[in-house]
């Protein structure tokens, strides 16, 4: 994938301890910082865009799901908690001259009236191949299809 036009979807996973919707509605924008896996990291850094939308997943939860929109507000720029030596998410690898890490910012767009819940989106077969249901399917930071994308909003409304 690389940088396009084209509207872009995208699942970020969040435990709601850490970081929760209710927290990025506070904050109105956040850098999704954190992040140590490159395969997201390289989704941040090479694909997402300004305008795209994001469903905020809380994960680790009880229920774990989709529980609110954001949208990305501003490309990637080098993740500030790699080079804090204080930080949990600090890598020594890391540096001003070569940041290693990335991250987006997103800002608050809607919570949702209720939590889409994972096993209701596991019940629904247009959501079948959505990439958060695969066996095994660790990453953080997810791309959805419009389609998809379409059919969880579907679901946002009790």
Same mark, same amino acid.
């Given at each position: 994938?690389s940088?396009?036009t084209?509207?872009?979807?995208?699942?970020?996973?969040?435990?709601?301890?850490?970081?929760?919707?209710?927290?990025?509605?506070r904050?109105?924008?956040?850098l999704?910082?954190?992040?140590?896996?490159?395969q997201a990291?390289?989704?941040?850094?090479?694909?997402?865009k300004?305008?795209?939308?994001?469903?905020?997943y809380?994960?680790?939860?009880n229920?774990?799901g989709?529980?609110? !929109?954001?949208?990305?507000? &501003? +490309?990637?720029?080098?993740?500030? @908690? $790699?080079?804090?030596?204080?930080?949990?998410?600090?890598?020594p690898?890391a540096?001003?001259?070569?940041?290693?890490?990335?991250?987006?910012?997103?800002?608050?767009?809607?919570?949702?009236?209720?939590?889409?819940a994972?096993?209701?989106?596991?019940?629904?077969p247009?959501?079948?191949?959505?990439?958060? !249901?695969?066996?095994g399917? &660790? +990453?953080s930071?997810?791309?959805? @299809? $419009?389609k998809e994308?379409?059919?969880?909003?579907?679901?946002?409304?009790?």
């Open positions: 994938m940088k396009s084209t509207q872009g979807y995208w699942l970020m996973k969040t435990e709601p301890e850490v970081f929760s919707i209710e927290d990025l509605r904050a109105g924008t956040t999704w910082e954190g992040v140590r896996n490159y990291r390289n989704f941040m850094m090479n694909d997402m300004v305008g795209d939308d994001v469903l905020v809380h994960s680790n939860a229920p774990p989709v529980a609110g !929109l954001a949208k990305v507000s &501003r +490309l990637a720029v080098p993740d500030p @908690t $790699a080079t804090q030596r204080r930080s949990p998410y600090f890598d690898k540096s001003a001259e070569k940041p290693i890490w990335y991250c987006v910012e997103v800002r608050f767009a809607e919570a949702f009236p209720r939590l889409i994972l096993e209701q989106i596991r019940q629904r247009e959501l079948k191949d959505l990439l958060l !249901l695969r066996r399917m &660790r +990453l930071i997810q791309p959805v @299809t $419009a994308f379409a059919a969880l909003l579907a679901l946002r409304s009790p």
